[in-house]
């Protein structure tokens, strides 16, 4: 199960972090990843990283504004997001797979398990 929270409501150029931590014993051998996912808009990847995080893959549109990062210990994976724009809202997932991932951790079609999504707004 992968519960994401650190969602709500920034002002445009704030900052978010969101958090995804997932029950069970394997996360430190799961590859995990965040997609977001406007409304009325098809899922696009944010940002992926390997197991043992030593790969990280960012999606176009917050690449140099975001950071995703791993606590193996907490079972926690984290996005940390600056200076959102408006066109960012939308409902973020947290993506998982047992598998070790690398250059596919970009394709939302290889994640075999996600979260129910937390919802981020950003206004101007």
């Known amino acids: 199960q992968l519960v994401e929270s650190g969602g709500g409501s920034v002002q445009s150029g704030g900052s978010l972090r969101l958090s995804c931590t997932a029950s069970g014993d394997s996360f430190k051998s799961y590859s995990m990843g965040w997609f977001r996912q406007a409304a009325g808009k098809e899922r696009e990847f944010v940002a992926g990283?390997?197991?043992?995080?030593?790969?990280?893959s960012y999606g176009s549109s917050m690449q140099g504004r975001s950071t995703i990062s791993r606590d193996n210990a907490k079972n926690t994976v984290y996005l940390q997001m600056n200076r959102l724009q408006p066109e960012e809202t939308g409902v973020y997932y947290c993506?998982?797979?047992?598998?070790?991932?690398?250059?596919?951790?970009?394709?939302?079609?290889?994640?075999?398990?996600w979260g129910q999504g937390d919802q981020v707004t950003v206004s101007s």
């Open positions: 990283i390997s197991w043992n995080a030593d790969i990280t």
């Open positions: 993506a998982a797979d047992r598998r070790r991932l690398g250059s596919e951790l970009g394709e939302s079609r290889e994640y075999g398990y």
